[in-house]
């Protein structure tokens, strides 16, 4: 029952609730003992020849109002305590989906994305079964239980019911025992349904690279096998589970024979009624119910225990990246200074980046080039604060980004990532994402500046048009522009292409680049790319060299220099003279 203490925060929210829910439970408990009471007044007129008319509806009409009372107050109790359990579930997943946002990078790169949905489903839906009907289930057996032994021992016969009980103690450690078992492999069960949910998510989103290699047999295999362990897992639960009603159902059975067989003997001694046993055994039959609800209440208990760890355990990983106190509540602007001495991935022990070092000056525009994995990308998630564990200094307008509040600093960046996500909206509403209040030439504005406006005239719907989930439905130099035009509406001070222009034409680059040149006068720009030509009009130009800075200079300098830069560059002028079907001499 630990759950319930773990969850106390909770109750102490919702106390008013839970009390007036419990005390309308308790009163339900207590009229139940009535029926079996009357039963034993009403059989033993009968079996004296005195029952009357005006005697039997005297107590039919008590029954039929208890019955009426006891609808009422059902009512009310399951709007007070399952209407709690569902604000539980509320909090818990605006908790999870809080913690979601606040997490860095590294958090996603240890967690599967199966694995947090089963988090915020599953192992919810559990713990708000903890809250309802785990509480319902041991308030209403105990004051049921309590009430119906408080009316067999005062009203009857005190001997006869401490007989009848004394096989309970077997019961309670039997069900402690399978409860302890229940938690242990429900908490598997659980893990084996993550991995299940995780392949099912990431198998729909690649269902186009599996068919693209033929690998649907494989892919379904694989479904078969973890879908397998997760039956498997249940199975394994449900046979301490099923343990549960054979061991009550046993226990009543010993208390019906200790009731019947002592209560026959009481009678034929004159120390009970016919009446008397009747109600008896109406009363034991009450029982029943508080027996076999504390086998439910261990299941639905270990099964929220079990899921309530996951949630805390979750919940309980620190934010790798946090505000510092007394942070900034304003948005960066200036120069940009560089300055790392080296910085290593989580779990990395080589440098991703070292001594990489330059200054960006307000308004100029920066280029990064170099090999994939030469740190380009790296530099980037680094000025956007996604990690913090380097030696160095990053500022930005004279004072270090970690000075600034995150919101803040990424609020003044307009990133264009390398893998353009884009939500199962309008295509207006992807453009306006950050801007929801945007109007519609404002939006129409930013299409026009990434050039992507005459495309979208042409789709179906035009601004309307729902693009599918990931921009399914769009080409990559589509989904690349419509993401450039979503980081123009924020008007950023600081705008940063990683890749972003790898998919469209080279006209349209040139478009694309020179209207942000003409649009962006006084804000400071990054453009990292494998092509030259989106660089180097850039006022200076950073050469990546495994994970450090080779060369540095404007594109004129470094042609000079004729080092890696002025061999890349002379590399993919000859390609774009041989698919233009040049010839070399």
Known sequence: MRVFLELGWFFKERKKQYAIGIFLLMIVALLGVLPPRIIGFVVDEISRGTLTPAYLMKWLGILAGSAMIMYVLRYAWRLMIFGSSIILARNLRRQLFHHFTQMSPSFYQKRRV????????????????????????????????????????????????????????????????????????????????SGLNDKTQESISGMKVIKTFGQEEEDVEDFRALSKKVVDENIRVARVDSLFDPTISAIIGICYFLAIGFGSYFVTNGDMTIGDLIAFTAYLGLLVWPMLAFGWLFNIVERGRASYDRIRQLLAEPADIDDRK???????????????????????????????????????????????GSGKSAILRLLLREFENYRGTIT??????????????????????????LFSTTVAGNIAFARPEATEEEIFEAAQLAHIHQDILNFTEG???????????????????????????????????????????????????????????????????????????????????????????????????????????????????????????
């Open 114 to 193: 199966g694995d947090l949905m089963a988090h915020a489903t599953n192992d919810l839906q559990a713990v708000q079964m903890t809250a309802g009907a785990g509480v319902l289930t041991l308030f209403d057996s105990l004051a049921t239980g309590g009430f119906v032994i408080a009316a067999m021992a005062i009203t009857i016969d005190w001997k006869l019911t401490l007989i009848v009980l004394l096989p309970l103690p077997l019961m309670a450690y039997l069900t402690n025992y399978y409860g302890k078992l229940m938690h242990l492999r429900f908490h598997d069960a659980q893990a084996a349904f």
């Open 326 to 372: 007394g942070a900034l509540d304003i948005h960066p602007e200036g120069d940009i200074i560089f300055d790392l001495e080296e910085f290593k991935f989580t779990d990395d022990d080589r440098a991703a980046l070292r001594d990489v070092r330059f200054t960006l000056k307000r308004g100029e525009t920066l280029g990064i080039v170099g090999k994939t």
């Open 396 to 421: 930005f307008g004279g004072r270090s980004i970690t000075d600034y509040k995150k919101k803040k600093l990424r609020q003044a960046i307009g990133y264009v990532p390398q893998d353009h996500f």
């Open 463 to 585: 601004y309307n048009t729902v693009v599918g989930e990931r921009g399914v439905s769009l080409s990559g130099g589509q989904k690349q522009r419509i993401s450039i035009a979503r980081a123009l509406m924020m008007r950023p001070e600081l705008l940063i292409l990683d890749d972003s222009l790898s998919a469209v034409d080279a006209k349209t680059e040139e478009a694309i680049l020179e209207s942000l040149k003409r649009m962006r006068t006084g804000e400071t720009t990054i453009i990292t790319s494998h092509r030259l030509s989106a660089i180097q009009h850039a006022h200076q130009i950073v050469v990546m060299d495994a994970g450090t800075v080779a060369e540095i200079g404007s594109h004129d300098q470094l042609m000079k220099k004729k080092g890696i830069y002025y061999e890349m560059y002379e590399l993919q002028q000859l390609e774009a003279l041989v698919e233009q079907g040049g010839e070399t001499q």
